[in-house]
């Protein structure tokens, strides 16, 4: 006759091992059925958020400092700006402007502090090592002498303008070399003024014969002094292309980012949104 302490240790034996037989059960049951639908997906880190997908992921861009209308730090706008932050948003991404010393922004995207850079092009790419997914160029740095069409100049190449007052930006004849910088060192009336808007101010008081600058920042300045009236910008002006202008687009590390930034930007000008971002800073 079996005693009563023997029998307890066997039944629970037995109950140990129905225990786990059910939990076998269980497991082997959800194995043979995984779960679909958006709780099984894994996401990649890499890839971009999808418009459905909630928070936006960031992507760190690096522009220059401050070189109106292109680029506004204070106010985390400008042209180029404005255009990266809607063809992002337009593919639920978040841009992060950060901005550098015009060169440290290569050197920035080179150390891979952020995630793509503007105002690149295949011959920076080969002059600084860059690699990644380049942009088509979106945009230009159109370098022109403008002066007032009263004057009645007719300068035909960068040597007409020796003996001429010929304000340009700072570091302009280091840039363009050659012919330009022959003109601007023995010319006793070439001066590079940082303030831009000054130079603008100049031409239109008749103080210069002629100012080298990208159009579309001489538009900005003009529309700005036009709004504060203080000299009259209505004069008509003469525009020379002597020099050579710098198309530029952005660089991206990740190419769907890249792609995704390309197919927004040709929705945009399809839908004639496009020259909106200039119109906002230098009117129409």
Known sequence: MTSRKTKQPARLVLAAVLV????LSVTLYTKKEPPTGPANTIADPAAPESPESGTPRI????????????????????????IMREALKRANLELMPIYYPHAR????????EVDAV??????????????GHLSRMRYVYDNHGISLKEKGFQFQRIGDLAGHT???????????????????????????????????KLLYKGRADLVQMDLTIFKYYRKLLTDEGEVDTGRPIDIFPLFWGNRCGFLFRDKAVRELFDSN????????????????YIGK
């Open 20 to 23: 786990g037989l059910a939990l």
């Open 59 to 82: 992507i760190r861009v690096a522009f220059g400092n401050t070189l109106p209308p292109w680029v506004l730090t204070e106010t985390n706008s400008g042209i180029i700006v404005d």
């Open 105 to 112: 922004r290569v050197v920035a995207y080179n150390n891979g």
């Open 118 to 131: 503007c105002d690149v092009n295949r011959d920076l790419m080969a002059a600084e090592n860059m690699e």
């Open 166 to 200: 010929v304000l340009s930006w700072q570091g302009a004849k280091n840039w363009f070399k050659g012919e330009y910088k022959e003109m601007a060192d023995a010319n006793e009336n070439y001066r590079e003024l940082s303030n831009i808007k000054l130079m603008v």
């Open 265 to 280: 930007v040709d929705g945009l000008k399809s839908e004639g949104r496009y020259d909106r971002f200039y119109e906002k």
